[in-house]
């Protein structure tokens, strides 16, 4: 009895954009990360400005060059603000590198390869996003029951061989750079009492 | 040696777009579709078009109100155009549907019900970016290995029990609709020898 009333297209496209505190930092930061654990230190600031600034979850991601430690692209997660639920940090990181570079494949032949850094590991979602973006390598603060547990985030269903999923696709693994800090920034979180988004707790 | 040079930031926002073949097409539709098979052809038509011509992959997914067969959002796969590896046809469906809706959670208190709609099992990413969508159903034309065994795309290391981990999270999932067309959609795509871009097969 509907089929007379014809659809109107309100969206063909979306944006997503960082907050405007990061787009400032980024200005003010070096073009080179020269160690692991100063760039984790960048992903674990940003992070942490992102839920103190009420700007999203306590979730942010890099994306460098693997091997000069060049920094490409910063992502922090953006789920409430951007009303995207794939909006998180990885996501938004991975996709602004393959917008500076210009492809979808972080991997394709002749670029630098490049390394994911993320203040945990990533969620079932992400971590099939880096699967698809091309990085050789992810480095995390951690991967444990933690994150779940402080904050009440659900991270979903991994494969449970997700590091031999990595390895078999060629993708480096590094992890627990700076993990107590990934830690306390996560009880830092739960103690500000702020929402918990789960979408389907049912 | 590199560290007084200062990163300059190129990339503060990124948008994806529907092709507008799309754009034209949903203006053309009816608002309701009263039939899982109605709902199914739509994504195929979508999924067909999308490669005939040359817009992006052979995936295409909708998303309707689950009762009354309302069409919310459709997506369509643009990794190559858009120069997004997340930009698969059920990141695009959600997004467009949440923005339409004005909030990351369709499954939100006072919503109705919403499906997505998908010309085949979801890849590893996009059953995350599902299960994070707040949709209370799933419709697919098939979960089978014809996927990659026809088309040669990778869909990801997926959690064994997938099926239970939807029941789990108050998501039904509904197999099986226009199997044989899918199959054939697959198959004819193939035959067009376009690009497949597996990013990771290393």
Redesign the interface.
């Known amino acids: 009895m509907?089929?007379?009333?014809?659809?109107?297209?309100?969206?063909?496209?979306?944006?997503?954009?960082?907050p405007s505190w990061?787009?400032h930092k980024?200005?003010?930061?070096?073009?080179?990360f020269?160690s692991d654990e100063k760039k984790m230190q960048l992903v674990l600031e940003c992070a942490t400005d992102n839920f103190q600034r009420n700007t999203g979850g306590p979730f942010a991601a890099g994306v460098f060059e693997r091997d000069?430690g060049?920094?490409v692209?910063m992502g922090v997660n953006r789920?409430?603000p951007?009303?995207?639920?794939?909006?998180h940090a990885e996501?938004m990181a991975?996709?602004?590198a393959?917008?500076?570079l210009?492809?979808?494949?972080?991997?394709r032949g002749g670029f630098p390869a490049h390394q994911i850094v993320i203040n945990w590991r990533p969620?079932?979602?992400?971590?099939?996003?880096i699967?698809?973006?091309?990085v050789r390598s992810v480095m995390i603060a951690g991967a444990g029951a933690e994150l779940e547990a402080i904050t009440g985030f659900d991270e979903?269903?991994?494969?449970?061989?997700?590091r031999q999923?990595l390895e078999s696709?060629?993708?480096e693994l590094v992890e627990g750079v700076m993990n107590q800090q990934a830690i306390e920034l996560f009880e830092n979180f739960a103690a500000t009492n702020r929402p918990v988004?789960n979408?389907?707790?049912?």
């Open positions: 509907c089929q007379q009333t014809p659809f109107i297209p309100t969206q063909v496209s979306f944006q997503l954009d960082l990061l787009t980024l200005s003010t930061l070096p073009q080179h020269d000069t060049k920094l692209a789920v409430v951007t009303q995207c639920s794939s909006a996501v991975l996709s602004m393959q917008q500076v210009s492809h979808y494949d972080l991997g969620c079932a979602m992400c971590f099939g996003a699967l698809w973006s091309g979903g269903p991994m494969t449970p061989n997700w999923e696709r060629g993708i988004y979408a389907r707790v049912s």
